[in-house]
């Protein structure tokens, strides 16, 4: 009978996969769970963490143009981002402006023009809410494409590069030093950031992708291992967040990018809490 | 013969129209081991920066080996120890290997090199230690070691032993002395302890904007109260050593 009521459960639990949309979304949540923080543990140790989110609000602005133009909101938005994250890398290293001061005037700017564009697209079916908060039914076959395509490039960059953005990370000027080309390596850097940026909208939504390039680092530094294991716990959280919160997403019927933010949060709690705990023994 | 390891020529820098360096120019031979002294805003990180090629100079030339800065920096022949790495929370997880291996990405792994360079600043023991878990003194060495982990034949430093105690800044000069005796490494040091520079290095360069005056030991004491008194406005005193290097 205990058997018979546990493979009943399982069966109700795998359900979820009987939906193609559902498949689509675990996938293209998989992928994203790996690279965004693969590429946020450089953001967050170059203290840069507050460049996903610009970036995100610029990718609305043209996500708003997508609708309002017809074009895919997707390339729009990664358009837009590659364009901002390359301009902010340029303002940073000329200096006119000191690191994340420089992300508030294309913060505000992209939120702005977004506002403008939603407000001049009057009519045009833009399912704001999803778009700000994520939703797994919208991911299409042609953005598992996307997101799987660019995953594996983003993927693929950052291995190849991944000792040069850690010596960066570590201290620009001594990159430098040791003959790096720093400059090349920081807009790689914000150029990678916008696509995944683009890629986790769907997902996660605009106003969260941030956090999840972000949490799951702050948290696998709790445990303040070397730059490497950092790296590889950030994903294992990033992974453990976006799977756990689109089952939950699923069951409960909450905003998937909510969801997947408040549980990696509560990972943040539970590793900062535990390390601590296990530290003053 | 020793052969010229750094040539500057007629360089000058300035900074919104506030001159920083006017005009300087001197030799450093290999295997030197040079105090750069001067006041706060004497141009002394400046004309580090100018060195290791981190700044672009406005007029006049640098030369490491026959080479521009940034050439030099690419082929490994600068190691640098910058002025605020030791007080600076970095918010980099990272062990000590993984520091000290990132001085060499662009030259190829080499264990050998690395384990040589841990070696030498004897970090080899907290290797697998994060950095935020170390000392002053033990952060300052993990650095140094960075710098080391590409075969530089010049070393600089930028007043390195700020916020160490006494007895790893005694160690820290002792690991200079012998990089600079055994490994023939050239070494510019700058420092405000004008005291303990004067009595490890060979050689002062005096900075001020311009070079008041470059002496070696044996004309230290000839100099000293112009040379102070035009760098810092008021006497200082001096220790006046003869080395025998």
Known sequence: MVQRKQLFTTITMFEIFHYDFMVRAFIAGFIIAVIAPLVGIF??????????????????????????????????????????????????????????????????????????????????????????????????????????????????????????????????????????????????????????????????????????????????????????????????????????????????????????????????????????????? | MKQIAIKIDALSFEYQNYKILDNISFEINNGDYIGLIGPNGGGKTTLLKLITGLIKPQKGRIRIHGLAPEKACQKGQIGYVPQRIVQTNIQCPATVEEVVTSGRIHLGQSNKAIENAMLDADVEKFRHRSLDSLSGGEKQRVFIARALVSNPSILILDEPTTGVDAQATKNFYALLKDLNQWQKMTIIIVSHDIEAVAKEVDSVLCLNRELISTCKHEGMKHTSEEIFKALYGSEKTIIHHHHHV
């Open chain 1, 43 to 281: 953001l967050v140790t170059r203290r840069y963490s507050f460049m996903a989110d610009t970036l995100a609000h610029t990718s609305l602005a043209g996500v708003a143009a997508a609708f309002l133009f017809n074009l895919n909101p997707i390339f729009a938005a990664m358009t837009l981002s590659i364009i901002t994250a390359l301009s902010v890398e340029k303002l940073r290293s000329s200096g006119k402006v000191l690191g994340e001061t420089g992300l508030a005037i294309f913060l505000s700017g992209g939120l702005a023009l977004a506002s403008v564009l939603i407000s001049a697209s009057k009519g045009i079916n833009l399912n704001l809410s999803s778009v700000l908060f994520g939703s797994i039914a919208t991911v299409t076959t042609m953005d598992l494409d996307l997101i799987l395509a660019l995953g594996i490039v983003v993927l693929m960059i950052v291995i190849s590069i991944y000792h040069q953005l850690f010596a960066i990370s570590l201290d620009e000027e001594l990159a430098i030093v040791s003959g790096l080309p720093v400059k090349k390596l920081n807009q790689t850097l914000v150029i990678l950031t916008a696509i995944i940026v683009s890629l986790s909208m769907i997902i996660v939504g605009i106003l969260l992708v941030g956090a999840l390039m972000v949490i799951p680092v702050l948290a696998a530094m709790q445990f303040k291992r070397s730059f490497f294991q950092t790296t590889i716990i950030a994903i294992f959280i990033g992974i453990f967040s976006v799977i756990s919160g689109l089952f939950t997403s699923y069951y409960l019927g909450w905003a998937s990018g909510g969801t997947i933010t408040l549980i990696a949060i509560a990972i943040f709690f539970f590793s900062s809490f535990g390390c601590q705990l296990c530290r003053s023994r």
